[in-house]
């Protein structure tokens, strides 16, 4: 991995088999695949520009980036938005230019976007508060998207629609938006399971017992499933045992969703 500031770049582990879920996604991915190919583009397909997955945090969106990467088989460039601002005049918007720039040269690659909605709000970049910077930067943004040179697939991710610059939701702009919900009964089940077997533990629990977990969970992110599954096994060696089912529902009791505690924050 290297690191620098805003920017960082890598070859990522995570596929789509990590992701529990998210099946409308993965079928969109796998059928644009091989769309950056010389074949599919002799066939006049056009290459996949990028797509916008949003969301409540903890639901997957990094770990889809990520995945995408690996599925694709693309460099992957992580650019932190709002660390871009800043410095003396100028430096935003070159700061910007420098990332697309580089995108290009790794290209094809994919530029994920992280929290997009830090960065290019919509309420910052009609206020005039930073001089125009943010609203200069988003317009070179969208100006480059539409005129790229070199194949690079952008993933922005956001937790918050309504911070969003409409401009960017724009029909055209990118593909595809996804709206990563909390994950079905079904889908908790899935990503159970997979935290289960990636500390190799799937077998401690029986099908009816992973059920009642994924009924027990309404409302739980993917993330905070994990969370259980870690808490539960603290518990478990603090009783010097293997993982069971009653680790996993004590671990269940003492987890608060983040989805519940913004109900709470609402009824307020
Ligand atoms: P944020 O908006 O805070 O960045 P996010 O939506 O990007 O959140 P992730 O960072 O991808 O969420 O999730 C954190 C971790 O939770 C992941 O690395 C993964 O281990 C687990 N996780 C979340 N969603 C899933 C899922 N659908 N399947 C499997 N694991 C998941």
């Known amino acids: 991995i290297k690191k620098q500031g805003h920017l960082e770049y890598f070859h990522p582990s995570a596929t789509l088999d990590d992701i529990g879920g998210l099946d409308n996604l993965k079928k969109w991915l796998d059928r644009r695949k091989l769309a950056f190919s010389e074949s ?62 580089l995108a290009e040269t790794l290209s094809p690659s994919i530029l994920w976007i992280d929290e997009i909605e830090k960065g290019l709000s919509g309420i910052q970049s009609s206020g005039s508060s930073d001089g125009g910077t943010t609203a200069r930067v988003l317009g070179s943004f969208l100006t480059w ?29 990118v593909d595809e938006i996804f709206f990563v919900d909390l994950p079905t009964e079904q889908e908790r089940q899935d990503i159970l399971n997979l935290h289960l077997k990636k500390r190799s ?13 994924a009924q027990l969970t309404l409302g739980f992110t993917g993330a905070e499933l994990e969370e259980v599954i870690k808490e539960a096994l603290f518990m478990a060696f603090d009783d010097g045992i293997d993982i069971n089912f009653e680790h996993i529902k004590s671990a269940i009791a003492v987890t608060t969703p983040i989805s519940m505690t913004m109900h709470e924050l609402i009824d307020k």
């Open 40 to 101: 599919a583009k002799e066939f006049g397909l056009e290459e996949p520009r990028g797509l916008l997955l949003l969301g409540l945090p903890g639901t997957g969106k990094s770990l889809a980036a990520k995945a995408i990467a690996n599925a694709w088989q693309l460099p992957l460039l992580r650019l932190d938005i709002g660390k871009i601002f800043g410095g003396i005049v100028g430096q935003s918007e070159s700061n910007m230019r420098e990332a697309l720039q």
């Open 145 to 173: 998207m539409q005129e790229k040179k070199k194949p690079v697939f952008v993933v922005a991710t956001a937790n918050n629609i309504a911070q969003l610059p409409p401009e960017l939701l724009r029909k055209g702009r």
């Open 201 to 213: 533990r799937q077998d401690n629990l029986n099908l009816f017992e992973i059920k009642e977990v």
